[in-house]
Structure formats: structure tokens, C-alpha cells
């Protein structure tokens, strides 16, 4: 999909110089370890630069005029706000692109499908799902991110997504005991984090859980269960090995998520895993 809003400009020197809307970001990027192919005069032409603290993963904005207010963009039909957070997070990953299209896509052969959207951030996937008159329910642990998520909803003029304040891993467990059941589940974890009341998230340690968790929501009229993971020490052969094990008999299929930038050069920004029911 052509995507006006957005572009990677160039990547290299463990930096990412974007485009979103009218703004030029200047980021960190740690799989960029190979050397910038533009000019300094392209990579100083930033609006906003983010610098990270040694010894933690958060850091600063420097502007070259004044601070960024939030602003909006569009990414097709709908409407998202971005704004700057201490972490160096916007509002969205845009290597999740071709993944939104991939959820339309399936959803749209589905009859009002109950769809759950697990770590679900700030929407983008949640919003796509309602398109296509799906039942949403969009999990995430942090307050103000689902109020962020719920503005977007209203922005796109959309509605009637379910919100679920809450750990992730506890309210998959409850919705197991509970018999509930789920036509597609989307999964979007963080490699660590913290609910709302301390628990604590560790990809590699709680994955394989979560998945049979998932599994088991999935088992009567599942058709399909979508991963992406970040953490650079997993590869597609981990993505692919878990989805075999939990879904034996569904067709696995896994990919690297990646942008190519104006200069030529493609940006590897982590790993998309779908699992989907054979016919």
C-alpha cells in the first residue's frame, strides 16, 4: 500500500532518519550497524532528535526549533496520532505495515469474526481489525496508552472496540477458564514489561505459555493467530518452531518485518509469525 504519510529516509550508524507527515525524526536504531548512505546535510535535516542515557533504555528529544506537539497522520482510510515519549516511541511501528494489510485481508473472508489484540499499544491493529465489522477486543496494561488508542478510534471515526485494561498473560488465562473462544488473536509483545500491578513480562520465559494459552482460545473456530516478536536474539526459525508446536496442523509461515529505505538500503525491524487454519 502507498503510504504518503510516511518514509524511511536512510538508515545506518545504528540511526533511522524518518518522515512522518510533516516532521523529520532522527532515532536510534541498533540494527543498523552498517555506514549511512546519505549526506550529513540529509541527516541534519531533523526536526526532532533522540538521543539515549548510557546505562538505561530511556533518553531526550532535542529540537531544532521548538518541541513537537502531537500531531496526526494517516495510514490509509485512518487517522492516528503520534507524539514523542520519553522511550523514543511515536505512536506506531511502521514496519507493521504489510501485517495490517495481511489482518484486513484475512478478516474480511470471516463473518463478524471476535478478534483479541494482545499488547495492542496504541491500536493501529485493533483499528483495522473494526473495519471489517469485527468484534475487537484490544488488551493492553497501560492506562494512558489505551486512551491514546481510544482517541484514534474516535479519530477514524470508528467505534464500539473493546477495552481491556490488564495484563495480557492474566487475562488470556481468565478467558481460558472462562470457555471463551476467538476467530483470530494477534499477538504484539514487548521482549519485557510490567502489568498494571507489577507482573512481570519476559518473552523468552512466558511465550510458549502465552501460545498455548492462545491456542486453546483458538481450538473450535480459530482461523488464524498472528505473532511478531522483537527482541534481535530470536529468529525466524524460534518463531516458526513455537507456532508448529501449538498449532500442528495449520499452515506456519514467517518473515522477517522490514522497510526499504529512499536510499536503497532495507531496514530489518524484527519478525511476523502467522499461523492459519488450513481449509
Known sequence: MHWPDYSLIDCGGKEKLERFGKF???RPE???IWSKQSSEKIWNGWDALYTRSSGDNKGGWEFKSKPLEPWW?????LRVKLQLTSFGHIGIFPEQLTNWMEIKNQLEELSNPRVLNLFAYTGVASLVANQTKSEVYHVDAVSPIIKWAKENMEASKLKDIRWVEEDAFKFVSREVNRNKDYDAILLDPPAYGRGPKGEKWMLEDQIDDLLSKCAILLNSR???????????GLSLTIAEQLLKLHFKTWNIQARELIIPAASGIILPLGISAFA????
Open 276 to 279: 492459519v487454519r488450513k481449509l
Open 73 to 77: 497522520i494517516n495510514i490509509g482510510d
Open 30 to 32: 541498533p540494527q543498523a
Open 24 to 26: 523529520i525524526l532522527r
Open 222 to 232: 480459530g482461523k488464524f493467530l498472528l505473532l511478531n516478536m522483537y527482541s534481535m
